[in-house]
């Protein structure tokens, strides 16, 4: 038998063709490899969001990968013009494509696509360099309708635009009019002079998915599998088949050719390389000598009685790895940012690894001091890794888009866009979608998304399904289960990062492509956060957290109270003996990370007493701790009910802080390295392995290379069995060191303030509403219980706000204590807690009571152009009775207003 001649599929869908394609990039990849094709290009149409995955298995699997897109052009009116393969040759190429793909992304609404036709002609100018699309080939789809007539129009246009870089794709989807199909083609080729590349136009890899692609369809289409009729593909022939196979279906001079045109394209994702903005760096300076006298400055601050010796050595430690990896420009954008915020009075600060940082703390992004923890820059960035940072940044809930308008502006919206978050099917999301589609009781859905559980062995458990009347040995069942947890982590639209933001130095759009988010003024790029840290792009996060809105304003009425200004958070006085009493009573509700019910419970045992207990007991109470048995014996060791001793002196100096328990990633890492002689590189590994906790089986790879290392250097097997327990329950989420902190300290300032100005901490509560863990009316029970006078909403003296009256002192429960520095304010509720009451009113309220105060329901109706719904807002939350005594006024009123109104000419 002869041997199969070479071959490369160059037109090849995955599943981030959404609701078309049924196989993961890597999966298409290693199918590739297995066949031994010479090359695979993805082109998932109108986007490159699975390029990065693909990109990373070939590399592992050594296989020529080629990035590429399939688009529909199309005419000014809308009109079909030619479905066309675009490859990238070289890195001229993929800017090309990505900025083609960014205009017709940016002309639709999400989750569409618009592009003319005119754009590859060079006609659209924004963009007349992409006329002939340089530096990509062009490969022509027929449609499944093409004449020879249409596809003979289409073929010498693309031979006009693209000479020389233009072919005819020969697709074989094994149908009966695959004849004529192939002639058709053949004929165009003939009169056109364009070669012909033979293709299976795959969607999965195997043909064994194309139950699962019919029921992407029906979703797609909105109907039953029964239903969809003709949208359903013929047969299960759109795979990657054998070149054995193909050799019989097509000649082998199309299959030759592949490889040939494959041959052209050298592009590779690793040419791309990340350009930081020229605006953090003054004239005349460099990245790094910036860099070096902003960290030194803030040093000044922060250490006004003179640098220590640890911290100085830290910081020239860190600025070394900094400069080595050409990172400055990095952390001087987003100090740039930080400090833009506090100069206007937004409360920030960073958060995660970025905490284990010197620098980070002297540039005052991040409230961690190196002098009292054990930080460990390697968790932020490693020489051996050469991966890019991450700084996560907080800012105040209610101000974050002051921060993220600001990037837009400074930078432009074509050099700043968020990234992407790949929305997959979970369990809940998979049975809903495949029921439907398979026409399945939408109440037998509804009952097993609603109560779903199982193990890791068995994603659903029989129990499950017996316990709500599904009978697991049903056929319909049990194909039901199996094609929805083929697709659980199958990507199923694009959404928007909380606050990632990619800022380059020049367009974005040359480095991937982008598109419109589902919010107005959003625009985001097509890779996730993943697909960045393997780029080698770099991302700054700029995140909301509503804590940090709260410390802010019961700060500045706590300095009100005083009636000086506001306090900062650095006024805080450290180890405070009664805050800390007050968190050894669990008297928890409203403040940050120690308030919820589990919380509540630890903390009568955990007793902590300094500031490094506030971070282990943010750590301890996680998944990963709960789940690696870590808490009961820290618990156990803390009370001195358990004995406990270090195997050897480099244990010891990794876990002595928490009493030989490991209970954060970076201790894992360390003890991975000191035990198992992981490598740093290793050490990562294990860190990505532990922080990829919605994946399953992501640890499991690590657990066999430890114990084997660890008894080769002599550990204990009960020693052994600990750190792998406590390894994998890290993989069920678990905090470093640093982000625990960052916590922590957010945990003693929000438990200082409601210890020693309860008053403030619950209005700065209900004014930053919504957040936390409690409703408002148990914010306010609690501040009653603490001895809080708390006054109802009045049309007559509320604000939009909540606000502090003079010093009026309540009941408060004998179990807690009562004593505070200053007497405490009356809270004065807002108008803006009134469920449905608008703003805009509340502001012509205010205003016409400064004026002068209101005569009666109608005055105040009439003076601030109050309709009928605000009426019924005020007097719902009896805000009217201080106008209208008689709570049963409401109805005659309401009526008096709109006919007073209408003849005023203002209609509602």
């Known amino acids: 038998m002869h041997e199969p001649p070479p071959f490369a599929e160059l037109h090849c869908r995955s599943n981030f063709t959404f609701l078309v394609g049924a196989s993961q990039p890597e999966e298409l990849v290693e199918r590739a490899a297995a066949k031994l094709y010479s090359a695979l290009a993805l082109t998932d149409e109108c986007s490159v969001s699975g390029v990065v995955r693909a990109h990373l298995a070939a590399r592992e699997a050594s296989l020529h990968f080629i990035c590429g897109s399939e688009i529909l052009l199309t005419t000014q009116r809308g009109h079909p013009h030619a479905r066309i393969v675009f490859l990238a040759q070289n890195k001229l190429g993929w800017g090309n494509l990505c900025e083609c793909i960014t205009l017709a992304r940016r002309r639709a609404a999400k989750g569409r696509y618009s592009a003319l036709v005119t754009d590859v002609e060079g006609k659209n100018i924004q963009a007349p360099h992409l006329a002939g699309m340089p530096g ?38 094994l149908l009966m009019d695959d004849d004529l199909r192939l002639w058709i083609v053949e004929q165009v080729a003939e009169r056109t002079g364009l070669r012909i590349l033979a293709s299976s136009s795959p969607v999965m890899h195997t043909s064994k998915r194309k139950k699962v692609q019919d029921v992407l369809t029906a979703v797609r289409v909105g109907k039953t599998v029964a239903t969809a009729g003709y949208a359903l593909r013929a047969n299960a022939e759109a795979y990657l088949r054998g070149r054995a196979a193909l050799m019989h279906q097509v000649p082998a001079e199309w299959m030759e050719e592949t490889v040939r045109v494959a041959s052209l394209c050298t592009f ?52 070394k790895i900094i400069a080595q990896l050409e ?32 620098v980070c703390y002297c540039l005052e992004v991040t409230n961690v001091d190196p002098d009292r923890m054990s930080v460990l820059f390697e968790r932020f960035i490693s020489v051996e890794r050469r991966e890019p940072p991450d700084i996560d940044v907080d800012f105040e809930h209610q101000r974050r888009e002051e921060a993220m308008q600001y990037i837009y502006e400074k930078y432009g919206r074509d050099r700043a866009a968020l990234t992407a978050v790949a929305t997959t099917y979970r369990t809940k999301s998979a049975l809903r979608d495949v029921g439907k589609a398979m026409g399945i009781d939408p109440g037998k859905i509804d009952r097993l998304a609603n109560t779903a559980y199982g193990t890791d062995e068995k994603w659903i458990s029989e129990a499950c399904l017996v316990e709500i009347g599904i009978n697991p040995a049903d056929p319909t069942v049990v194909h039901w289960l199996t094609l929805a947890d083929t697709i659980r982590g199958f990507p199923r639209h694009l959404s928007q990062h909380p606050g990632g933001f990619v800022i380059g130095r020049d367009k974005i759009s040359r480095l991937v492509p982008v598109e419109n988010a589902a919010m107005d003024n959003r625009s985001i ?36 109270k005083a009636g000086g200004p506001p306090m900062r958070m650095q006024d805080v006085p450290a180890e405070d003996p009664a805050t800390y009493e007050m968190i050894c009573k669990a008297d928890t509700v409203g403040v940050f990370q120690i308030e919820s019910r589990a919380q509540m419970s630890m903390l009568p045992r ?83 392995a532990m922080g990829a906790w919605r994946k399953r089986g992501g ?62 901490m619950l209005a700065a509560l209900l004014n930053s509403q919504p957040m936390g863990f409690y409703a408002p009316a148990q914010l306010v029970r609690d501040g009653r219980e603490h001895g809080v006078v708390v006054r109802p909403v009045d049309v007559t003296i509320s604000e939009w706000d909540s606000t502090l009256e003079e010093p009026a002192h309540g009941p408060a429960s004998a179990r807690w204590d009562n004593s505070h520095e200053q007497p405490l304010r009356a ?15 509340t502001k012509r309220i205010v205003a016409a009571r400064a004026e002068k105060p209101f005569a009666s329901v109608e005055d105040l109706a009439m003076r601030a152009q109050l309709d009928a719904h605000d009426l019924k807002c005020l007097s719902g939350a009896d805000a009217l009775l201080s106008l209208a005594p008689d709570r049963h006024f409401k109805l005659p009123h309401l009526w008096t207003v709109k006919f007073l109104q209408a003849g005023q000419g203002l209609h509602y």
């Open 136 to 173: 990509c080939l062009a490969l022509l789809l027929p449609e499944q309708d093409a004449t020879t007539e249409s596809l003979f129009a289409q073929a010498m246009w693309l031979k006009t635009w693209f000479p020389g870089r233009a072919w005819l794709v020969a697709p074989r989807p």
């Open 268 to 319: 590779s994702l690793e040419e791309l390389k990340y350009e930081y903005p020229r605006e953090v760096v003054p004239e005349g300076a460099t990245p790094a000598s910036h860099l070096r006298k902003l960290t030194y400055e803030g040093a000044q601050r922060r250490y006004p009685n003179g640098l220590p010796d640890k911290v100085r050595k830290q910081i020239e430690h860190e600025l």
């Open 327 to 358: 990172y400055e420009s990095y952390f001087l954008t987003v100090a740039d940012i930080v400090h833009w915020a506090r100069d206007r009075d937004i409360l920030c600060q960073g958060r995660g690894s970025a905490a284990n940082s010197a």
């Open 525 to 560: 790029i097509q890779w996730d956060k993943d697909d960045l840290d393997s780029t080698g792009l770099i991302k700054v996060d700029v995140l909301a957290l509503g804590m940090l809105t709260a410390i802010h304003r019961a700060l500045d009425l706590a300095g009100a």
């Open 606 to 688: 955990m007793r902590p007493r300094c500031f490094y207990d506030l971070v282990i007991q943010v750590a301890i109470v996680r998944p990963g701790p709960i789940q690696g048995g870590m808490v009961h014996p820290y618990l156990r060791r803390r009370a001195g009910e358990e004995k406990f001793d270090f195997p050897n002196d480099a244990v010891r100096q990794v876990t002595e802080r928490t009493l030989g328990i490991c209970l954060y990633q970076e201790q894992a890492m360390k003890l991975a390295v000191v035990c198992a002689d992981y490598t740093a590189g290793e050490a990562d590994q294990l860190r990505r």
């Open 699 to 760: 640890i499991e790879v690590h657990e066999r290379r430890l114990t084997e290392r660890m008894q080769k250097n002599g550990y204990q097997a009960d020693f052994i069995s600990q750190v792998l327990v406590s390894i994998k329950g890290f993989s069920a989420y678990g905090f470093p060191e640093g982000h625990a902190a960052s916590f922590a300290h957010l945990v003693y300032v929000s438990s200082w303030l409601k210890r020693h100005h309860p008053d403030a």
């Open 827 to 841: 809270v004065r509720l807002g108008l803006g807690r009134i469920n449905g009451m608008r703003e805009e009113a």
